[in-house]
């Protein structure tokens, strides 16, 4: 078994980590000033009320349908984010797995990713 090298010492100790899936969403907001600047530059003043009343519920409507075809679009095509946040860690020995009962007899500190020192 492989141990972990932290600034050229080696470490028995391994990681076991939180890993939390990106959230990247499409704005329906945006996406309605967009096409609101588009018919304004386009057709000049007759554009000028262009979906300004859209209700609550269809700006939420319209972010489901976004956000559900583009995911849906990503794993199709292999878009899928690559990339996770790291929550918390908790760190073990690998000396103090005990072979006989098969598992882990003693658990060393949590802690944030940022604080591993190496």
Not at 47 to 61: K, P
């Amino acid at each position: 078994m492989d141990a972990i090298e932290c600034d050229g010492d080696q470490q028995d100790v391994f990681y076991i980590a939180q890993a939390i899936e990106p959230k990247i969403e499409i704005d329906p907001i945006n996406i309605i000033e967009k096409m609101q600047d588009q018919a304004i530059q386009e057709y000049d003043y007759y554009a000028f009320d262009y979906l300004n009343r859209v209700s609550r519920a269809d700006i939420a409507e319209l972010h489901d349908r976004l956000n559900k075809e583009f995911n849906d679009w990503q794993e199709k095509n292999g878009y899928k984010p690559n990339f996770y946040d790291i929550r918390s860690e908790e760190s073990f020995s690998i000396n103090d797995y005990d072979s006989e009962k098969r598992e882990i007899t003693k658990q060393h500190k949590q802690t944030d990713i940022y604080d591993m020192g190496c």
